[in-house]
Each structure stands twice: as C-alpha cells, then as structure tokens.
C-alpha cells in the first residue's frame, strides 16, 4: 500500500527558504520517479520539479533556479530546497510517485511578510 507523508511546511517570508521532506512506502522507491507538485485554491494542481532514479533532477520553469529536489534511496526520502521564495510559491505541496494514483494529505507552505 502506497503512502507518501509531506512534511516542513509553514510561513516564510518572502526571499527565504523552506525544506520540505516526503517519507516514502509502499513502492519500489529506488526504481521510482518522484515528484512535487503544488496546488491552490482554484486552480489544477502544478507540476514543480521531479527526481528519476538516476538522480536526474526535471524542475518547471517557474521554479528553476531556485528550488532544488533531491533524493536518499537509503531512507526513502524525498526533498523539495526551497530558496528565494516568493509569493506566487504559496500553496499546498505534494510528494507523488509516478505512476501511482496516490496522494497525500500535502504540506501548506505560505510566503507572507
């Protein structure tokens, strides 16, 4: 059974930086892309930057540059380094394994002076 946990959200101010943490299972998690996506209120969720099992690292252009996810096989752990923030990356995160129809309960991060 699949179950992926986002972790570290929370309020930082704009120009800071955040890491958010996803505890993966339930999945062959070596072999498997992972990636955050984020949504808000309204609108459809937005692909954010993926990992693939090579370690090779897919951002969207919105975020390129300054954010930064990473991956340790050996704790089946996903990462999201979030740096320069600014308002417009206000949202609830979510950890997601390709090719699975699963979703956590995300992590809201809000970037608010």
């Known amino acids: 059974q699949v179950r992926l946990v986002e972790s570290g959200g929370g309020l930082v101010q704009p120009g800071g930086s955040l890491r958010l943490s996803c505890a993966a299972s339930?999945?062959?998690?070596?072999?498997?892309?992972m990636n955050w996506y984020r949504q808000t209120p309204g609108k459809q969720r937005e692909y954010v930057a993926g990992?693939?099992?090579?370690?090779?690292?897919y951002y969207s252009a919105s975020v390129k540059g300054r954010f930064t996810i990473s991956r340790d096989n050996t704790k089946r752990m996903v990462y999201l380094e979030m740096n320069n923030v600014n308002p417009d990356d206000t949202a609830v995160y979510y950890c997601h394994a390709t090719g699975q129809d699963y979703w956590g309960q995300g992590t809201q991060v809000t970037v608010s002076s």
């Open positions: 339930g999945i062959i998690f070596s072999t498997t892309r």
């Open positions: 990992v693939g099992s090579d370690a090779r690292t």
